[in-house]
């Protein structure tokens, strides 16, 4: 008979195939991003990253027991007729007020008021996110970053989401998209990044100008892999 220990860790390999705890932090994608454009831009022409895309709008997912922030958005895709592109950014080791009365109005702090999954308003208050210390994992759904850093951020633990097929080139007379196969962000992540910055919602980075930011907001979602093992962690007296 299999015990709920064996369950716990079985669910535990689970939730560590997903990914784990990525390698890199926002100032290291930053600082990827200007590297990858500076060697990338000697072979061929490369998208600017500073391009100003406005974020049309985005929402806040706190996972609490999981101590990350989920954040969502819209982002202008840049190019004349193309839809916004989606934007994910996962931030880790996330410090929640246990108390939120406590830090309201607090400089280091940002409250928020979310929709848990039976769409009860909660209120969740969170320190402001250290973009050099907080490991971070991203997605967008535009072009760029699917062929020239998708399966590059994987290799780092840094890609939210499933993994991409790898990409196999169609032709060789033209230089790879990312040849020095460096882990970095596209211009609307770029963009959703200022936008946090901007907002006070991440610190440590140094932004010029300001992005503006449509309505904010929130709801809770947990992966069912890692619902069943904080139920099974509380059972057994763990949390």
Not at 85 to 98: G, I, L, N, W
Not at 131 to 149: H, L
Not at 205 to 232: C, K, M, N, Y
Request: hydrophobic share 40%; glycine share 8%; aromatic share 8%.
């Amino acid at each position: 008979m299999v015990t709920a220990v064996e369950v716990i860790e079985a669910v535990e390999r689970i939730v560590e195939a997903g990914g784990g705890k990525p390698q890199l932090t926002l100032i290291d994608l930053l600082r990827n991003t200007e590297r990858y454009n500076k060697l990338q831009s000697k072979v061929q022409r490369v998208p600017p990253p500073h391009q100003d895309l406005r974020v049309i709008e985005w929402k806040f997912v706190p996972r609490v027991g999981m101590r990350t922030l989920i954040v969502t958005a819209s982002v202008e895709s840049g190019t004349p007729g193309k839809p916004p592109r989606k934007c994910v950014m996962q931030f880790f080791d996330v410090e929640y007020a246990e108390d939120v009365e406590r830090v309201r109005g607090e400089r280091d702090w940002i409250t928020i008021t979310t929709e848990t999954r039976t769409r009860v308003p909660q209120v969740v208050a969170f320190k402001k996110i250290d973009a050099g210390k907080s490991p971070v994992q991203v997605r967008c759904s535009c072009e760029d970053f699917y062929f020239r850093f998708a399966w590059y951020l994987k290799q780092k633990g840094s890609l939210y989401g499933r993994t991409p097929r790898p990409y196999h080139r169609k032709t060789t007379t033209r230089p790879s998209v990312n040849i020095h196969h460096i882990p970095a962000m596209c211009k609307h992540l770029w963009n959703l990044a200022r936008a946090l910055v901007s907002a006070g919602v991440v610190m440590g980075i140094a932004f010029g100008g300001a992005v503006g930011v449509g309505g904010a907001r929130g709801g809770q979602v947990v992966t069912g892999a890692e619902t069943l093992l904080r139920i099974l962690r509380r059972a057994m007296g763990e949390e």
